[in-house]
């Protein structure tokens, strides 16, 4: 999947209209249901998606006009509008999770042309503009699956899964704290290498299953170890 912004909106657009209509078949007693994220009811994920959607508004403007305007006010201010939107009737969270998605949609469009080469501050540290329509992506996927709804990392677009496996893997790839293991997705040859190939646990799969497994959304269920033993242990994804 290419990370180009503007030939990922319609990507941006297709995933937020399933999210939209997940939403939409959510009853008061579904969005007070715990999601699969520990301490987390449906409520706190959809509270949490809007409100990514604002501080990716934030970022993208900031690098229209060149001011330093941080993704969110603070780590605190974070929490609290997600803690406070959480509990809201289901009609809420719809109305703010397209009006959001809109506001999105619109700050992508006014971005100029050079402007996609500013570097903005995100909460994983520095970025490229041009990558905030895939992180917008990212965000929109992954906590679908979080709803616990029926979308599971198997309905992911191929060309998602792809990328994301090959970010979080190229990322564990740089690190030196990490369990060495090989990784190969099935009908490929391709392999990423984390840690020093020799002796190193080859785990394979379908490629949404190891992107899954690799970012905690997924225990492995689906995958095989070469030579047979446990699965290793991914860090925390953050």
């Known amino acids: 999947m290419t990370t180009d912004p503007l030939l990922l909106t319609g990507e941006v657009d297709d995933a937020t209209a399933r999210l939209l209509r997940a939403a939409a078949a959510l009853d008061d007693a579904d969005v007070a249901a715990p999601s699969l994220l520990p301490g987390w009811t449906r409520g706190h994920v959809l509270a949490h998606l809007a409100r990514n959607a604002d501080g990716f508004v934030n970022l993208l403007t900031a690098a229209r006009t060149g001011e330093p305007i941080p993704m969110y006010a603070s780590p605190e201010a974070r929490a609290a509008d997600i803690e406070a939107g959480a509990g809201r009737p289901p009609a809420a969270h719809l109305d703010d999770l397209r009006h959001s998605a809109e506001r999105f949609a619109e700050a992508v469009a006014a971005m100029p042309v050079e402007a996609w080469s500013a570097t903005v501050q995100t909460r994983r540290g520095p970025w490229k503009a041009a990558m905030l329509v895939w992180g917008r992506l990212r965000e929109i ?20 899964a792809h990328h994301l496996l090959h970010e979080v893997g190229g990322g564990l790839a740089a690190r030196t704290d990490v369990p060495a293991m090989v990784l ?21 799969g379908p490629v949404a299953e190891l992107a899954a497994w690799l970012i905690g959304r997924s225990r492995g269920e689906a995958l095989t170890v070469t030579p047979d033993g446990p699965l290793p242990t991914p860090p925390e994804w953050i």
């Open 141 to 160: 996927e992954v906590h679908h699956v979080d709803l616990d709804v029926g979308y599971r990392a198997a309905d992911w677009p191929a060309a998602f």
């Open 184 to 204: 190969r997705f099935d009908g490929s040859r391709h392999e990423l290498v984390v840690g020093e190939r020799e002796a190193a646990p080859l785990v394979s």
